[in-house]
């Protein structure tokens, strides 16, 4: 049939042509299809396009609140006593202190941040080195366009000495990089909205929003907080991780403390409570009996004296803000 209205269309007259042509298509539409003339190559799959996985909000509250523990209010008035006899690292060279040196009210949230997202498993004197040499190598301001403007070696070179700092270069470029389009390049004021920054966690979050907004949503519970407060016997069963830490505080820790629990108790953990080897014997708490994994000498005992460290359980906590695939760190051995 189909050769039949080929020829057809050969010797017709032009002016029929189209009609013929017509003809034959539609005999080729009526045509049934056979194994030997089914050509088509199978369609291509369409890749599936997968939409973001949604932030899970900061939780606030534990559904059942942890009891109050006894005695914490002489504990925390004593800790604040012996806070008062001291300056710590944390007082002169703490996150706070980096929006000092910026004019900019931008600026100043903007290198709270910055200093902050440095700190995470790093002492606070090398913090503060680094947010100054920060500082200089992208022109003397610590600005988001600054940050973006800026070669990674040149961040990487500046912030070299704290720890994690390739992957820090990588999440403070990133950071500015989504203020800037998402935020006016200025620090957001809701948790969910600064943890949705990269590297930036809850305990940053807290603290940002305490310093650079002065707002109170919550406690910032680093290593220091997470160390004390369980050595302290404060949460039964003892907490695994900070976040642990954080919502069984809040739960009965009066609103009015939270913004300065950690302020307090990261400097006593520099200078007398120390991660390795606590300095025991010259806190109050030990004798009062207000702590229970004190260990002083034994005044019987003619050997030399020896404090004892009773460590609470294996705290292990991967660095705030990163990845699944990235190492864990022991924060009962350092800051």
């Excluded at 710590?88 to 009210?105: H, I, L, R, W, Y």
């Excluded at 500046?158 to 990133?174: D, E, L």
């Excluded at 969910?192 to 519970?221: R, T, Y």
Aim: hydrophobic share 35%.
């Amino acid at each position: 049939m189909l050769r039949r209205s080929t020829r057809l269309v050969e010797t017709v007259s032009s002016f029929n042509s189209s009609v013929t042509l017509v003809q034959v298509k539609q005999e080729k539409s009526n045509k049934r299809p056979t194994s030997e003339d089914s050509t088509d190559e199978p369609k291509p799959k369409r890749p599936k396009t997968s939409s973001p996985k949604k932030q899970k909000p900061i939780p606030q509250s534990l559904a059942t609140p942890h009891p109050a523990p006894e005695r914490w209010r002489e504990t925390y008035a004593a800790i604040k006593e012996m806070r008062s006899t001291f300056v710590a690292p944390v007082d002169t060279m703490g996150c706070d202190q980096a929006q000092m040196k910026e004019s900019n009210p931008k600026n100043q949230r903007f290198a709270t941040l910055v200093s902050l997202m440095l700190s995470s498993q790093t002492k606070d004197e090398v913090t503060d080195a680094a947010v100054s040499r920060l500082r200089e190598a992208v022109g003397g301001a610590l600005s988001v366009d600054a940050i973006i403007g800026a070669e990674d070696t040149v961040i990487s070179d500046a912030i070299a000495k704290v720890g994690f700092w390739r992957r820090k270069t990588v999440y403070v470029k990133q950071a500015a990089q989504k203020l800037r389009d998402e935020f006016d390049s200025d620090v957001p004021k809701t948790v969910d909205e600064l943890c949705s920054l990269p590297g930036v966690g809850p305990k940053m979050a807290f603290l940002v929003l305490q310093i650079a907004w002065n707002l109170n949503h919550g406690i910032g519970v680093d290593v220091h907080v997470h160390r004390i407060t369980n050595r302290l016997g404060w949460h039964k069963p003892p907490t695994k991780t900070p976040e642990e830490t954080r919502l069984n505080l809040q739960s009965w820790l009066p609103t009015e403390l939270h913004p300065d629990i950690n302020h307090m108790l990261v400097g006593f953990g520099q200078v007398v409570c120390l991660p390795v080897r606590p300095k025991c014997d010259e806190c109050t708490l030990s004798t009062a009996g207000l702590c229970p994994s004190a260990q002083l000498p034994n005044p019987k005992s003619k050997s030399k004296k020896i404090v004892k460290h009773v460590a609470g359980p294996a705290i292990q906590v991967a660095l705030e803000g990163a990845q699944p695939r990235d190492p864990i760190v022991d924060v009962d051995t350092g800051e």
